[in-house]
Nanobody, 121 residues
Framework: QVQLVESGGGSVQPGGSLRLSCAAS????????MGWFRQAPGKEREGVAA???????VYADSVKGRFTISKDNAKKTLYLQMNNLKPEDTAMYYC???????????????WGQGTQVTVSS
């Protein structure tokens, strides 16, 4: 079992930046893969970024060049640096832990409660 707690969400203007954090309740194992997902009202949950044990990332096309996923194993924390935010990035953001470096929700079996990101002028 592992608990995941996200933080760092908030309201920003278009073009602004936020850094999301996801603290895990146990050490991040070499077999763990972690990811960030988001869900806007009325839309399905979509994968934003994922990272494997070697730190290799994968990104959704919609966030490439703007978002950066990283992790600090010593701090048991996953991060998502979001730059040049757009109104369409508005959503609840969730971190997840699973068995594949994937943007598919079915690859993850542990989820946090989410943190809200709102991008508006």
């Amino acid at each position: 079992q592992v608990q995941l707690v996200e933080s760092g969400g908030g309201s920003v203007q278009p073009g602004g930046s936020l850094r999301l954090s996801c603290a895990a309740s146990r050490s991040i194992y070499s077999s763990d893969k972690m990811g960030w997902f988001r869900q806007a009202p009325g839309k399905e949950r979509e994968g934003v970024a994922a990272i494997d044990s070697d730190g290799k990332p994968v990104y959704a096309d919609s966030v490439k060049g703007r978002f950066t996923i990283s992790k600090d194993n010593a701090k048991k924390t996953l991060y998502l640096q979001m730059n040049n935010l757009k109104p369409e990035d508005t959503a609840m953001y969730y971190c997840a832990l699973g068995w594949a470096r994937s943007l598919m929700a079915s690859s993850y079996n542990y989820w946090g409660q989410g943190t809200q990101v709102t991008v508006s002028s």
